[in-house]
């Protein structure tokens, strides 16, 4: 039988109350065999990171514009990457929250690079790449 380790995670109280609100919806008898439905998943979605070739992408990002830095370290890091992203727009969506969705163009795993690392940074709080074929060869 396959060994089995348990960890501990920190999670604000909040989260944990939507994330046991998820876990009912979608039928999950505990909080294990959803952790690790969502882990799988997060694995199989990096399949797309060996891709060759280039790719048109998309990076949805969702913070609160307060958060210390977050704003600089974000442009910063757009500026790092110039030569792959091809532009970016900016919602104001509230008095607090910004979405900023930037588009990139290059090798996939540039892309993942870029994404990963926007999304990673402390204050980001939601983000999502979404990857498209550059059509070329359809
Ligand atoms: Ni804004």
Not at 93 to 113: L, Q, T, Y
Request: hydrophobic content about 35%; glycine content about 6%.
């Amino acid at each position: 039988m396959e060994t089995v380790t348990r960890f501990g995670v920190s999670v604000p109280h909040q989260l944990l109350e939507r994330f046991d609100e998820y876990i009912e919806q979608k039928k999950y008898t505990n909080r294990s065999e959803a952790i690790r439905d969502l882990i799988r998943n997060s694995l199989a979605s990096e399949e797309w990171r060996d891709a060759t070739g280039e790719v048109m992408g998309s990076i949805s990002l969702v913070y609160n514009h307060h958060t210390r830095e977050l704003t600089e370290k974000i442009e910063h890091l757009q500026h790092e990457y110039h030569k792959n992203i091809v532009c970016t727009t900016h919602v104001h969506m509230d008095a607090h929250n910004c979405m900023e969705v930037v588009i990139v163009r290059g090798k996939s795993s540039v892309a993942h690079d870029i994404a990963d690392r926007l999304i990673s940074t402390r204050g980001v709080k939601l983000g999502k790449l979404a990857l498209l074929s550059t059509g070329k060869n359809l």
